[in-house]
């Protein structure tokens, strides 16, 4: 922060990213926030909530879409998966991968289109390789989207186990991604799977964010008695949970607007009647909208009061800061534009201020994983 240039493009890049910010949000959904533009007031809440990317470094090459992101408890090492391999391998801190299985019956693409293939995974947070060797991915097989369970003991993975079948896939339509609650239990984006009306549906488990247990039931005190947490969602990818134990999900619109969203249990997010902000009875608004062009979101993380949402199509980092411990956002901000191209998997390293972002799409062995700061 001492380097006078920096702290110049850094002015620049704020006033930028404001005048981005209101282009992109609709006058319904500008949280009040989006107004500031005392300085002093933005540094004191960086201060405190905020920080901000810090550089990028490349912490591993020689990746081909990797897709989703979970670390082992004690956050030397995550297990990371590539969606049209199947292949899931362990990368640490030092930027070392291991390979350590497949997960089987994967069929990435067996229709022209879709974006299928080993997605999600989310490692339990009581793993220790011997007792609890447990770790979840979805994939998509010939038919159908999957939750799987398989054992993990530190260097190979066995013991396929499905635990919730019957996610109809379709096109790229297909959420997948998973992970554990502050509350134990497992949220799974699931996709419409090109059945629009399926997300109104709460008797169907697409177009959902779910909520389940390690043998893929329902979790005790869901808000309809099923599998189901929230539903009336086109294409949700992104889960995080903020500092105040609150669950948001970002999610891949139709042709105008993607959204970030704060997620309650039974609410109604609007697909297909709405697609961003309506102002419909019963649905619910998203807390940010963003264009296609500068979004399509992809994961979300959060590192101190500030969520960070990957975006394909924007080929960007989307920053998005919590308001305080309110529920609004306050002025958005984005970086790197076009710079790696696509950006997907998205994690925070546990117990350090620092995030995981892979790029997406770039061809065989041509996606990396870079290393970013926030300071
Ligand atoms: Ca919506």
Redesign the pocket.
């Given at each position: 922060m001492t380097d006078p240039r920096r702290s110049v493009r850094h002015a620049y890049r704020f006033c930028i990213a404001a005048l981005a910010a209101l282009t992109v949000i609709p006058a319904a959904s500008i949280p009040q926030a989006a107004a500031v533009s005392h300085t002093s007031t933005v540094t004191a809440v960086q201060a405190a909530d905020g920080g901000e990317p810090d550089g990028a470094d490349t912490l591993s090459t020689g990746w081909q879409t990797p897709w989703g992101i979970s670390f082992l408890p004690d956050g030397a090492a995550a297990l990371v998966t590539e969606r049209l391999s199947y292949q899931v391998y362990r990368l640490d801190r030092d930027g070392n991968r291991d390979w350590v299985g497949e997960v089987p019956y994967t069929v990435p693409e067996p229709y022209e289109e879709g974006a299928g293939g080993l997605l999600g995974v989310a490692v339990s947070p009581t793993w220790d390789g011997k007792k609890d060797k447990q770790v979840f991915f979805v994939h998509t097989t010939e038919t159908e989207t999957r939750v799987v369970r398989m054992d993990y003991d530190g260097s190979s993975l066995s013991n396929y186990t499905p635990v919730l079948t019957g996610i109809r896939r379709g096109g790229d339509h297909n959420g997948g991604r998973i992970a554990f609650g502050p509350d134990g239990y497992l949220y799974v984006t699931t996709g419409d799977g090109l059945q629009p009306e399926l997300a109104q549906d709460t008797d169907s488990i697409n177009g959902k964010i779910l909520r389940i247990t390690r043998s893929g039931a329902p979790a005790p005190g869901n808000p309809f008695g099923n599998h189901v947490y929230s539903y009336?969602h086109r294409n949700p990818q992104g889960l995080a949970w903020d500092r105040n134990g609150r669950l948001w999900s970002a999610?891949i619109g139709n042709q105008e607007q993607d959204?970030l969203?704060l997620i309650e249990p039974g609410a109604n997010?609007?697909?297909p009647t709405?697609?961003?902000s309506c102002d419909t009875d019963g649905m619910t608004d998203?807390k940010a909208t963003f264009v296609p062009e500068k979004g399509v979101p992809a994961q979300l993380a959060v590192v101190r009061n500030v969520l960070y949402v990957s975006s394909l199509r924007g080929q960007r980092l989307w920053r998005v800061p919590i308001d305080g411990d309110s529920e609004r956002i306050g002025t958005m901000s984005d970086f790197y534009a076009g710079d790696y191209g696509r950006l997907r998997a998205i994690a925070k390293v546990p117990g350090a201020d620092e995030l995981w972002l892979g790029t997406s799409d770039l061809g065989y062995g041509k996606d990396k994983i870079l290393r970013v700061p926030i300071k």
């Open positions: 009336g999610e959204e969203n997010y609007g697909w709405c697609e961003g998203p």
